[in-house]
């Protein structure tokens, strides 16, 4: 990180079922590395602290996870929305990065070139993400540790849907010139796309 790039911390979750995928994505290799490893150690060239969110810090204890620390996910089955929820109320940089563990195309510099964004984003705005034809890609994008009660309210009120949250909200959106950078790998049939993985 430069200089003059504002605070980060990045949340990773890592507490999916991968029941499509029949095993564990976060562990599947990829270019010889586990995909939480991966994506952690971009996520750590990019942010001061790392916070790993999974119901099973166990399982990835053997991994070089290098200034990462892990956060036992408390609401298992629940879905992202709470994870992140969780993961925030550690943050205390203005920005958090949320990752998820299953995106083996993500690249440091897209990443880096939306950091270098973060300073211009409007202040209503609670987030800053990529949106495509579906809705916004809430799994690899930037939100504003002040977005905190608003989730929780939302949470409280049974909402599980990070789409929906969003639409109450303003969110900036940010360039992608190459939505194949944040493919996500859900089953066998996504994992044969990647040529690396094994």
């Known amino acids: 990180m430069t200089n003059n790039s504002p605070l980060l911390t990045a949340i990773v979750l890592a507490g999916g079922q ?7 994505k976060a562990l599947i ?3 010889g590395v586990p995909l939480l490893q991966k994506i952690c150690s971009i996520a750590a060239q990019c942010a001061d602290i790392v916070y790993v969110v999974t119901p099973w810090p166990e399982r990835y204890q053997h991994l070089d996870l290098p ?6 996910e408390s609401t298992h089955h629940q879905g992202a929305l709470l994870g992140f929820a969780q993961g925030l109320t550690q ?12 995106l083996p ?3 440091l510099e897209l990443l880096q070139d939306w950091i270098a964004r973060l300073d211009k984003v409007d202040e209503q705005a609670i987030a800053a993400l990529a949106h495509h034809d579906k809705g916004w890609e809430v799994l690899c994008g930037f939100y504003r540790r002040c977005c905190l009660p608003q989730l929780l309210e939302f949470i ?8 929906r949250w969003l639409q109450s909200y303003p969110v900036e959106i940010l360039p992608l010139s190459n939505p194949e950078i944040l493919f996500n790998c859900n089953t066998p049939e996504d994992l044969a796309l990647i040529p690396d993985s094994k």
């Open 67 to 72: 200034n990462c620390q892990f956060i036992r």
């Open 18 to 24: 991968s029941s499509r995928m029949g095993q564990d």
């Open 105 to 107: 195309k993500l690249q």
């Open 156 to 163: 409280n009120q049974g909402g599980r849907s990070f789409q």
């Open 91 to 102: 943050v205390n940089t203005e920005w958090v990065l949320l990752l998820a563990c299953d």
């Open 29 to 31: 290799p990829v270019d």
